[in-house]
């Protein structure tokens, strides 16, 4: 039992270790996990990138997105196989910090993915980061909100549903969509409450946003999910089409309902976009090449 | 040789080592296996509790969520500006309390403990929610950080934690009335009964140590990531459940040790160290680890039958 226990093991991990590095620079990407497509959408670009330069890609992920303690394990048993790179999407902003001190402790240049570092945080700790690639929710926001503007001919009524409170991607978007809206004083927020990126939540504060104000015109949600919750309400109030609805993220989902005229827009990002030119700049910087501190990659507004 | 229970989880745990040994040159450096003990600090203080808990036949479902509410409680006095012994303290006694609510219900209340402990696991993370309105509290003083990041003779602090209290409890488990009482209780409450054991005592006191060990595990993650995290300890019962079984403990109570545990908690953390070296993709890694737990238990499971099988023919 114990024997062919051992022989399994074995040739289980043999042949887990497939490939070997051949000599080829091993630079490891650590998304917050890979049970989301975004997710799979970067390791895509990122692996099509290694591949033409030349570089071994290894990707390890922890099961949960908000598992920072994980991620930090990830990121040091990473040190520990001597990667020549580590390109990371924080789970948290700020509990990803004594992951990257320790990763600067061991010479391992840190470039950091979609999801921003707390700088002060960074600071405080001593820590410091090769590159920022990623998109602009700010500029995601802003996007959505002159959509908003345009639709509405510069005067309306608007409600936002904000994602989780203290998050920080959904915080960024709604900064960038009220900025917009700043450029049109004719349109006012009449109504904007969390409901916590789920689509029944979402469902639920949009059925009390049309009982308290009946004239609201337009809705932004923070994502996609929810943009689809308040889809249902709108159909629910008997509203369908009279509710211009923008969310974030360009899901399948969403884009079948701006299709199909449910939604009306929706911005995407690029996650394979982000994954290549993080393994660029991994490959330039172990050239000893110097890359810019922030490169953002697009952002744009689907519509119909 | 040691003795009886532990001894398939420790075969287990080499028989793993050796084959990272042989599949990778990064496994077996004195640094990749510090690290290795460092990160099964919080497993290892967390299925440290659950021994016990599991020896008098329970189960503790909430100890993941009290790890958030005992890491909040820690950060929110932090913040305060309370000094760290102080904070650390109110840590302790935040899982302790939520421990001997748990075996208050279980005893005074007569109720399952599966369903206890569930009801505490939404109760202890809910508050913690509540408390931190779902954001995470960081920006401490400089002064806890260092329980993760101190090395006393070159050993990481949280390993040293771990050892100190995986050592304690087996000694009290070992040594003392109080140890030998709990397993009688795990191994026939009735018969404890009538020999005039405090079975409703030693019942309540072994989930108060859960919850103390906990809120223990949850200052090591803290210090860790420097951050305070309401959603943090997630799904961390089912690590601590798992440790435990691997090292040999009955669920059904009774009979099992903390070093058995303690090499449990040493084989998840090896096994998903390895898999990070050997650049495994995160999917199949969920798989391996389930393959692992129940082939570590089997691994047991035959030992035992077969030094059983051998002391019925001697005798």
């Not at chain 1, 921003?116 to 590159?131: E, H, I, K, Q, Y």
């Not at chain 2, 809120?215 to 961390?236: E, F």
Request: hydrophobic content about 55%.
């Amino acid at each position: 039992m114990t024997r062919l226990l051992a022989t399994l093991a074995l040739f289980a991990l043999a042949a887990c270790n497939r490939g070997g590095d051949g000599g080829r620079p091993v630079i490891a990407l650590v998304p917050k996990t890979m049970n989301n497509p975004f997710f799979v959408d970067m390791e895509r670009g990122a692996r099509a990138a290694a591949d033409s330069l030349g570089l071994e890609l290894v990707v390890q992920a922890a099961d949960r997105e908000v598992d920072a303690e994980r991620q930090l394990q990830i990121v040091e048993n990473l040190i520990q196989r001597r990667v020549a790179a580590l390109l990371v999407v924080p789970s948290g902003s700020r509990e990803i910090v004594p992951a990257i001190v320790k990763a600067n402790a061991a010479d391992v240049p840190v470039l950091v993915v979609d999801t921003r570092v707390d700088t002060a945080a960074l600071r405080a700790a001593g820590g410091r980061v090769a590159t920022f690639v990623g998109s602009d929710n700010v500029d995601g926001g802003r996007l959505a909100g002159r959509f908003v503007a345009e639709r509405l001919g510069g005067a309306g009524r608007v409600a936002v549903l904000e994602g989780v409170p203290g998050h920080e991607s959904g915080d960024a978007r709604l900064r960038g969509f009220r900025e917009a809206l700043a450029a049109s004083p004719g349109v006012t927020v009449v109504a904007s409450q969390p409901a916590d990126m789920e689509r029944d939540r979402a469902f639920q504060v949009m059925q009390n946003v049309l009982q308290a104000h009946p004239g609201v015109q337009a809705v932004f949600a923070c994502n996609d999910v929810m943009a689809l919750g308040a889809v249902e309400a709108i159909a629910a109030a008997g509203k369908a089409g009279a509710v211009t609805v923008v969310g974030f993220d360009a899901q399948d989902d969403a884009r079948a309902a701006i299709a199909a005229g449910r939604m009306h827009a929706t911005v995407a990002q690029f996650p394979a976009e982000m994954g290549r030119q993080a393994v660029v700049s991994a490959y330039r910087l172990l050239k000893g090449e110097p890359v810019p501190a922030e490169q953002p990659v697009r952002i744009e507004l689907v519509t119909k | 040789m040691l003795r009886n229970r532990e001894t398939g989880a420790f075969a287990g745990l080499l028989l793993l080592c050796a084959a990272l040994w042989a599949a990778t040159p990064y496994f077996a450096t004195v640094d990749n296996l510090l690290n290795v003990a460092e990160q099964t600090a919080l497993v290892g203080v967390l299925a440290t509790g659950m021994t016990f808990v599991i020896l008098t036949g329970g189960i503790d479902l909430s100890v993941g969520a009290i790890v958030a509410l005992a890491g909040v409680a820690l950060g929110l006095a932090l913040r305060g500006g309370a000094p760290a012994a102080a904070a650390i303290l109110l840590a302790l006694l935040a899982g302790a309390a939520c421990g001997a609510v748990n075996g208050a219900l279980v005893t005074l209340g007569r109720l399952p403990p599966f369903i206890v402990t569930l009801g505490m696991m939404s109760v202890a993370r809910g508050v913690a929610l509540l408390l931190t309105d779902g954001r995470p509290i960081s920006g401490f003083p400089p002064g806890l950080r260092a329980l993760a990041t101190a090395r006393p003779l070159g050993v990481p602090a949280p390993a040293l934690v771990m050892l100190a209290l995986c050592g304690a409890a087996q000694l009290v488990l070992a040594r003392t009335t109080f140890g030998r009482y709990v397993r009688a209780v795990g191994g026939n409450a009735e018969a404890a009964r009538w020999s005039g054991v405090a079975v409703r005592a030693h019942t309540a006191a072994v989930y108060v140590v859960s919850g103390a060990l906990a809120a223990a595990c949850a200052v090591l993650l803290t210090a860790r990531l420097d951050s305070a995290q309401p959603i943090a300890g997630l799904s961390y019962e089912l690590d601590a459940i798992a440790a435990v079984v691997i090292g040999g403990t009955s669920l059904l109570g009774g009979t099992g040790t903390v070093l058995g545990t303690l090499a449990g908690a040493l084989t998840m953390g090896v096994l998903r160290n390895g898999l990070n070296l050997l650049g495994v993709s995160a999917y199949l890694q969920q798989v391996a680890i389930g393959v692992v737990i129940v082939a570590a238990v089997l691994v047991d499971l035959a030992l035992r039958r077969r030094a059983d099988a051998l002391a019925a023919r001697r005798a």
